[in-house]
Structure formats: structure tokens, C-alpha cells
């Protein structure tokens, strides 16, 4: 294993240790909270890469998106989201207590827990 890739996985192990005991977690994840975790080398190292050198990296990372080149940005479309529906809604104390214990945007989690629970029953027909 590279002196680099030795260095990401002690840093995605150290991530991973915060996210298990507490200390670091997920939405709540600052750069002060993960500040110890990424050198100022690795920084002067990313900052001297060269395009070739990117692109050779991508491709040699299975779970790297692919590159986005100048066809796909002239392709490309905005498409905006439906806008949402203002309603009143009746939940169970327990219910709401646990989504809004897990911070803000507490109305826009449950909204992708019906969307998904939605998207899974359409798919089952």
C-alpha cells in the first residue's frame, strides 16, 4: 500500500471511529470536527496534481463518479423541483420527537421517508 493511500484509509478510519462513538456526526459535520483528519501535505499534495493525474485517479477508482467534460455541461438541464404543498399534519409525539432529535430539516426528512415509502409500494404493483 502507497504512503497516500495508507494516509486515506487511517483518515476514513478516523472518520469512521468518530461516526461509531459520537464524536463526529453525519449533518453535523464541521470543519473544525474533521479538521485533525486531512494534513496541510495532503493539501500541497492535491494542489500539485495535474489534469492527467486527476483523470488517471478517477479512472482508477471504481467508486469515483465519472469526470464531468464540456459535452456534459452543454447537455446538461435544470430542472427544478415540484414545489411542496404547505399542509397540516397529525403525528404521533414519539414520531415527531425523533425526527426533530435529529436536527434541523426535521419536516424534510419525514418528506423522503413517504417518498420512499411511496416509491417502494409503486414499485411493488
Known amino acids: 500500500m ?11 478510519a478516523a472518520l469512521h471511529k468518530g461516526l461509531v462513538n459520537g464524536s463526529i456526526r453525519m449533518g453535523n459535520i464541521t470543519g473544525k470536527s474533521v479538521r485533525g483528519l486531512v494534513t496541510e501535505a ?11 493525474d486527476i483523470k488517471r485517479a478517477v479512472a482508477d477508482d471504481p467508486d469515483a463518479a465519472p469526470l464531468l467534460d464540456d459535452a456534459w ?7 427544478m ?18 425526527f426533530r432529535s ?22 411493488a404493483r
Open 102 to 123: 435529529r436536527g434541523p430539516q426535521y419536516q424534510t426528512r419525514i418528506n423522503a421517508v413517504l417518498k420512499a415509502y411511496v416509491q417502494a409500494k409503486t414499485n
Open 42 to 52: 495532503d493539501w500541497r499534495r492535491a494542489d500539485s496534481l495535474t489534469e492527467a
Open 2 to 12: 502507497s504512503g497516500s493511500t495508507k494516509a486515506v484509509a487511517s483518515q476514513r
Open 81 to 98: 423541483p415540484e414545489r411542496k404543498r404547505v399542509i397540516s399534519i397529525r403525528l404521533d409525539k414519539d414520531v415527531l420527537d425523533y
Open 73 to 79: 455541461f452543454r447537455s446538461a438541464e435544470v430542472v
